[in-house]
């Protein structure tokens, strides 16, 4: 059975759209079956993986609303072993479409269940706030995974987000666990990132990934091409990093 990651922070700009694409091609690269799934309005995550997501017929959005099915809704193969449920705007209208639906948190969870046990991997890229969407991600998930930004208040968004997560868990999915912080943006010339690295792991019980995403020109540029790290730099730091990201996550083991 497939485990299901979510990857959140309420903060914006923390890398989290970069950490589900380059996460998800290098678990993809290392044979692992990986569905991503874009709950995010923006649809970054879908044309980072090379779609156009202005014109999509099927996206979350008409799963969500029930229009289409699961199967309909999945794009094969858009990066080695990676299939992706993409997303685009239109998302932005499904809190006010589902308020008076019945069990709207759980939607996604009930959704992707007949497909779940297909992949070893589900990302879930979740939008930078507190949503019906970030809720249903963290009841479909059996992990949130938190992207840092290396950066002076990366502590104050880790805080509320664990916040959420004790919250979903307490009252929506008693199963949920924090799989871990990913440091993101490192600037290894900088004092303020190792300060930032220290700080956060003094402060905090959760699982801290050993794997640090360095500050990369080449991972900031490889979503405008609509591709990976792994396929648009495949030498590069920022290839490198999500490929020991990935041999981390596969590594670590959960109840």
Request: aromatic content about 6%; hydrophobic content about 40%.
């Amino acid at each position: 059975m497939g485990r299901v990651i979510a990857i959140a922070n309420q903060k914006g700009g923390v890398g989290k759209t970069t950490t589900s694409i380059n996460l998800s091609a290098a678990l993809g690269e290392k044979g692992k079956k990986v569905l991503v799934i874009d709950t995010d309005p923006q649809g970054n995550t879908t044309s980072g993986l090379g779609l156009d997501k202005n014109e999509l017929e099927n996206t979350i959005y008409e799963l969500l609303i029930g229009e289409i099915t699961i199967d309909e809704a999945i794009t094969k193969d858009v990066c080695e072993n990676v299939d992706i449920i993409p997303s685009n705007v239109n998302l932005a209208a499904v809190e006010i479409e589902l308020i008076d639906a019945e069990d709207k948190e759980f939607i996604l969870k009930n959704a992707i269940s007949g497909v779940k046990d297909n992949y070893d991997f589900i990302i879930i890229d979740c939008p930078p706030s507190l949503s019906m969407l970030t809720v249903n991600a963290m009841t479909t998930a059996n992990t949130v995974l938190v992207p840092i930004q290396c950066e002076y208040y990366a502590l104050e968004g880790l805080s509320q987000l664990v916040h959420t997560v004790n919250l979903v868990k307490d009252r929506l999915n008693p199963d949920l666990e924090m799989e871990g912080v990913v440091f993101t943006m490192f600037d290894s010339r900088t004092n303020l990132s190792l300060q930032v690295v220290e700080n956060v792991k003094e402060h905090i019980e959760e699982n801290v990934y050993k794997t640090i995403i360095p500050r990369n020109i080449r991972l900031a540029e490889a979503p405008s091409y609509g591709m990976p790290i792994n396929q648009y730099e495949p030498k590069s730091a920022g290839a490198e990093a999500y490929r020991l990201l990935a041999a981390e996550v596969i590594e670590r083991k959960f109840n």
